[in-house]
Nanobody, 121 residues
Framework: QVQLVESGGGLVQAGGSLRLSCAASGSIFSINAVRWYRQAPEKQRELVAA???????DYADSVKGRFTISRDNAKNTVYLQMNSLKPEDTAVYYC???????????????WGQGTQVTVSS
């Protein structure tokens, strides 16, 4: 069964760092674009960062210069390094990826279960 599993969330003080991981497991041929979203209480889910198959990246203005998205294709894993964290970064962070399960197959979109990030002031 193909799935995405996030890890690395937790409680950190403002100014601290966390690294989130998103690991794809199951029968996977390749991972295309991957995105990190977050959702704070009573707020809409927002796109935080994205990385393409070729490694091009894009970030929300609110995290530029503080967050870095990267990928390790050999491990089927994408990371989100979060530095200089602020209380407003507190949210559940979700991994979203387009996975290809076989040669010539159409990519399917998958979501992880989410990981809580809490930044205290």
């Amino acid at each position: 069964q193909v799935q995405l599993v996030e890890s690395g969330g937790g409680l950190v003080q403002a100014g601290g760092s966390l690294r989130l991981s998103c690991a794809a497991s199951g029968s996977i041929f390749s991972i295309n674009a991957v995105r990190w979203y977050r959702q704070a209480p009573e707020k809409q889910r927002e796109l935080v960062a994205a990385i393409t198959t070729g490694g091009s990246t894009d970030y929300a203005d609110s995290v530029k210069g503080r967050f870095t998205i990267s990928r390790d294709n050999a491990k089927n894993t994408v990371y989100l390094q979060m530095n200089s964290l602020k209380p407003e970064d507190t949210a559940v962070y979700y991994c979203n990826a387009d996975l290809v399960e076989g040669i010539g197959w159409v990519p399917l979109e998958y979501w992880g279960q989410g990981t809580q990030v809490t930044v205290s002031s």
